[in-house]
Protein backbone atom coordinates (compact mmCIF):
# COMPACT_ATOMS: atom_id res chain seq x y z
CA UNK A 1 0.00 0.00 0.00
CA UNK A 2 1.06 3.39 -0.19
CA UNK A 3 2.65 5.43 2.39
CA UNK A 4 4.27 8.74 3.45
CA UNK A 5 6.90 8.57 6.21
CA UNK A 6 7.92 11.73 7.93
CA UNK A 7 10.47 10.36 10.65
CA UNK A 8 11.01 13.47 12.40
CA UNK A 9 7.82 14.24 14.80
CA UNK A 10 9.86 17.14 15.73
CA UNK A 11 12.80 19.84 14.94
CA UNK A 12 13.63 22.59 17.08
CA UNK A 13 15.92 24.93 15.16
CA UNK A 14 17.68 28.46 16.21
CA UNK A 15 16.71 31.48 13.84
CA UNK A 16 18.55 31.93 11.13
CA UNK A 17 20.03 28.01 10.76
CA UNK A 18 19.40 26.02 7.79
CA UNK A 19 16.28 23.37 8.67
CA UNK A 20 15.77 19.85 6.75
CA UNK A 21 12.12 18.06 7.42
CA UNK A 22 12.10 14.62 5.92
CA UNK A 23 9.71 12.88 3.79
CA UNK A 24 9.60 9.18 2.55
CA UNK A 25 6.89 7.46 0.36
CA UNK A 26 6.88 3.99 -0.87
CA UNK A 27 5.18 3.74 -4.50
CA UNK A 28 5.78 1.49 -7.41
CA UNK A 29 4.09 3.86 -9.95
CA UNK A 30 4.79 7.70 -11.01
CA UNK A 31 3.86 10.21 -8.07
CA UNK A 32 2.62 13.22 -7.12
CA UNK A 33 4.38 15.02 -4.09
CA UNK A 34 3.75 17.84 -1.97
CA UNK A 35 4.49 19.50 1.07
CA UNK A 36 2.01 21.58 3.23
CA UNK A 37 2.22 23.87 6.28
CA UNK A 38 0.21 24.19 8.90
CA UNK A 39 0.26 27.54 11.33
CA UNK A 40 -1.51 27.38 14.62
CA UNK A 41 -5.35 27.36 14.46
CA UNK A 42 -5.22 27.53 10.59
CA UNK A 43 -6.07 24.70 7.82
CA UNK A 44 -3.30 23.28 5.36
CA UNK A 45 -1.58 25.66 3.46
CA UNK A 46 0.32 24.71 0.06
CA UNK A 47 3.88 25.15 0.26
CA UNK A 48 5.02 23.39 -3.04
CA UNK A 49 4.65 20.27 -5.42
CA UNK A 50 6.51 17.84 -7.98
CA UNK A 51 4.38 16.61 -10.47
CA UNK A 52 7.21 16.13 -13.08
CA UNK A 53 10.01 17.36 -14.75
CA UNK A 54 13.22 19.37 -12.52
CA UNK A 55 13.72 17.66 -9.20
CA UNK A 56 14.31 20.71 -7.56
CA UNK A 57 11.08 22.64 -6.94
CA UNK A 58 10.86 25.58 -5.33
CA UNK A 59 8.21 26.87 -3.37
CA UNK A 60 6.65 29.84 -1.26
CA UNK A 61 8.53 31.84 2.14
CA UNK A 62 11.75 30.37 0.61
CA UNK A 63 10.93 26.93 1.00
CA UNK A 64 12.56 24.18 -1.47
CA UNK A 65 12.42 20.35 -1.69
CA UNK A 66 14.25 17.43 -3.97
CA UNK A 67 12.15 14.76 -5.28
CA UNK A 68 14.82 11.98 -5.14
CA UNK A 69 13.60 8.75 -7.33
CA UNK A 70 16.25 6.78 -6.66
CA UNK A 71 15.74 7.45 -2.39
CA UNK A 72 11.96 7.71 -2.85
CA UNK A 73 12.69 10.88 -0.76
CA UNK A 74 11.08 14.33 -1.27
CA UNK A 75 12.77 16.20 1.63
CA UNK A 76 12.38 20.00 2.52
CA UNK A 77 14.72 22.44 3.31
CA UNK A 78 15.03 25.74 4.16
CA UNK A 79 19.00 27.83 4.15
CA UNK A 80 17.76 30.41 6.91
CA UNK A 81 14.45 29.82 8.80
CA UNK A 82 12.73 32.86 10.64
CA UNK A 83 10.75 32.38 13.95
CA UNK A 84 7.52 33.08 11.58
CA UNK A 85 8.02 29.94 10.26
CA UNK A 86 6.93 27.63 13.60
CA UNK A 87 4.55 25.39 11.87
CA UNK A 88 3.57 22.10 11.57
CA UNK A 89 4.45 20.42 8.56
CA UNK A 90 3.12 17.86 6.46
CA UNK A 91 3.86 15.81 3.09
CA UNK A 92 1.44 14.13 1.16
CA UNK A 93 1.73 11.81 -2.18
CA UNK A 94 -1.16 10.98 -4.78
CA UNK A 95 -2.24 7.23 -3.88
CA UNK A 96 -1.71 4.82 -6.66
CA UNK A 97 -4.91 4.15 -8.46
CA UNK A 98 -6.96 6.93 -10.32
CA UNK A 99 -7.72 9.36 -8.09
CA UNK A 100 -7.73 12.73 -6.39
CA UNK A 101 -7.35 11.55 -3.34
CA UNK A 102 -3.85 11.89 -1.26
CA UNK A 103 -2.06 10.47 1.35
CA UNK A 104 -0.49 12.54 4.29
CA UNK A 105 1.98 12.05 7.04
CA UNK A 106 1.87 12.34 10.09
CA UNK A 107 3.47 16.12 10.47
CA UNK A 108 6.86 17.58 11.73
CA UNK A 109 6.38 20.37 14.08
CA UNK A 110 8.97 22.56 13.75
CA UNK A 111 9.41 24.97 16.33
CA UNK A 112 12.10 28.03 15.48
CA UNK A 113 14.09 29.50 18.68
CA UNK A 114 15.37 33.17 18.87
CA UNK B 1 -8.22 32.74 -3.97
CA UNK B 2 -9.85 29.98 -3.44
CA UNK B 3 -11.96 30.09 -0.24
CA UNK B 4 -13.02 26.75 2.11
CA UNK B 5 -15.30 27.98 4.97
CA UNK B 6 -16.35 25.32 7.67
CA UNK B 7 -19.33 27.05 9.71
CA UNK B 8 -17.54 26.84 12.83
CA UNK B 9 -14.51 27.11 14.54
CA UNK B 10 -15.36 25.37 18.09
CA UNK B 11 -18.29 23.35 18.87
CA UNK B 12 -19.25 20.99 21.78
CA UNK B 13 -21.78 18.77 21.71
CA UNK B 14 -23.26 15.61 23.97
CA UNK B 15 -22.32 11.61 23.64
CA UNK B 16 -25.45 10.51 21.55
CA UNK B 17 -26.14 13.87 19.48
CA UNK B 18 -26.81 14.07 15.81
CA UNK B 19 -23.98 16.71 14.68
CA UNK B 20 -23.67 18.48 11.34
CA UNK B 21 -20.26 20.06 10.32
CA UNK B 22 -20.49 22.32 7.00
CA UNK B 23 -18.17 23.29 4.56
CA UNK B 24 -18.56 25.70 1.53
CA UNK B 25 -15.95 26.23 -1.00
CA UNK B 26 -16.34 28.77 -3.44
CA UNK B 27 -14.00 28.10 -6.64
CA UNK B 28 -16.72 25.80 -8.46
CA UNK B 29 -14.27 22.61 -7.37
CA UNK B 30 -15.56 19.27 -8.25
CA UNK B 31 -13.60 17.10 -5.27
CA UNK B 32 -14.45 17.78 -1.76
CA UNK B 33 -12.81 16.02 1.20
CA UNK B 34 -13.49 15.72 5.08
CA UNK B 35 -10.44 14.62 6.92
CA UNK B 36 -9.71 14.41 11.09
CA UNK B 37 -6.68 15.41 12.36
CA UNK B 38 -5.26 13.99 15.53
CA UNK B 39 -1.91 14.43 17.39
CA UNK B 40 0.90 11.91 16.04
CA UNK B 41 -1.43 10.48 13.50
CA UNK B 42 -1.46 13.01 10.91
CA UNK B 43 -4.71 13.60 8.41
CA UNK B 44 -7.00 10.66 8.11
CA UNK B 45 -9.55 11.09 5.24
CA UNK B 46 -12.97 10.20 6.63
CA UNK B 47 -15.08 10.76 2.92
CA UNK B 48 -14.54 11.90 -0.45
CA UNK B 49 -16.92 13.65 -2.89
CA UNK B 50 -15.92 14.09 -6.59
CA UNK B 51 -19.26 15.44 -7.88
CA UNK B 52 -23.02 16.29 -6.73
CA UNK B 53 -24.77 13.02 -4.69
CA UNK B 54 -21.73 11.31 -5.39
CA UNK B 55 -19.35 10.08 -2.38
CA UNK B 56 -16.83 7.51 -1.79
CA UNK B 57 -15.47 6.04 1.61
CA UNK B 58 -12.42 7.19 2.95
CA UNK B 59 -10.16 5.45 5.28
CA UNK B 60 -12.21 5.72 8.66
CA UNK B 61 -16.05 6.42 7.61
CA UNK B 62 -17.00 5.03 10.40
CA UNK B 63 -19.52 6.53 12.28
CA UNK B 64 -19.67 9.10 9.83
CA UNK B 65 -21.82 10.04 6.79
CA UNK B 66 -21.91 13.16 4.21
CA UNK B 67 -24.09 14.94 2.21
CA UNK B 68 -23.41 16.64 -1.33
CA UNK B 69 -26.67 17.97 -2.62
CA UNK B 70 -25.04 21.07 -4.09
CA UNK B 71 -21.47 21.42 -5.69
CA UNK B 72 -20.03 24.03 -3.33
CA UNK B 73 -21.26 22.13 -0.15
CA UNK B 74 -20.01 19.37 1.56
CA UNK B 75 -22.03 18.23 5.24
CA UNK B 76 -20.21 16.06 7.43
CA UNK B 77 -22.89 14.01 9.60
CA UNK B 78 -21.98 12.48 13.37
CA UNK B 79 -24.68 10.07 13.47
CA UNK B 80 -24.67 9.34 17.39
CA UNK B 81 -21.59 11.45 18.67
CA UNK B 82 -19.09 9.48 21.01
CA UNK B 83 -16.30 11.15 22.64
CA UNK B 84 -13.73 9.45 20.64
CA UNK B 85 -14.54 11.46 17.64
CA UNK B 86 -13.27 14.65 19.41
CA UNK B 87 -10.65 15.81 17.19
CA UNK B 88 -9.81 18.45 14.44
CA UNK B 89 -11.77 17.96 11.25
CA UNK B 90 -10.56 19.88 8.09
CA UNK B 91 -13.03 20.37 4.99
CA UNK B 92 -10.73 20.55 1.44
CA UNK B 93 -11.40 20.91 -2.09
CA UNK B 94 -9.78 20.88 -5.43
CA UNK B 95 -10.10 20.61 -8.85
CA UNK B 96 -10.05 18.13 -11.45
CA UNK B 97 -6.71 17.76 -13.28
CA UNK B 98 -6.32 16.16 -16.69
CA UNK B 99 -4.43 14.11 -14.78
CA UNK B 100 -5.62 12.49 -11.27
CA UNK B 101 -3.97 13.85 -8.44
CA UNK B 102 -2.08 16.27 -9.51
CA UNK B 103 -4.11 19.31 -8.36
CA UNK B 104 -3.76 21.19 -4.79
CA UNK B 105 -5.91 20.45 -2.45
CA UNK B 106 -6.96 24.02 -0.32
CA UNK B 107 -8.09 23.48 3.01
CA UNK B 108 -10.34 25.50 5.29
CA UNK B 109 -9.04 26.14 8.91
CA UNK B 110 -11.03 23.53 10.35
CA UNK B 111 -13.77 22.57 13.20
CA UNK B 112 -12.58 21.56 16.55
CA UNK B 113 -15.50 19.22 18.13
CA UNK B 114 -15.77 18.00 21.31
CA UNK B 115 -17.76 15.69 22.73
CA UNK B 116 -18.65 15.21 26.56
Known amino acids: AQSVTQLDSQVPVFEEAPVELRCNYSSSVSVYLFWYVQYPNQGLQLLLKYLSGSTLVKGINGFEAEFNKSQTSFHLRKPSVHISDTAEYFCAVKRPENTDKLIFGTGTRLQVFP | ?116
Open chain 2, 1 to 116: DVKVTQSSRYLVKRTGEKVFLECVQDMDHENMFWYRQDPGLGLRLIYFSYDVKMKEKGDIPEGYSVSREKKERFSLILESASTNQTSMYLCASSSTGLLRGNQPQHFGDGTRLSIL
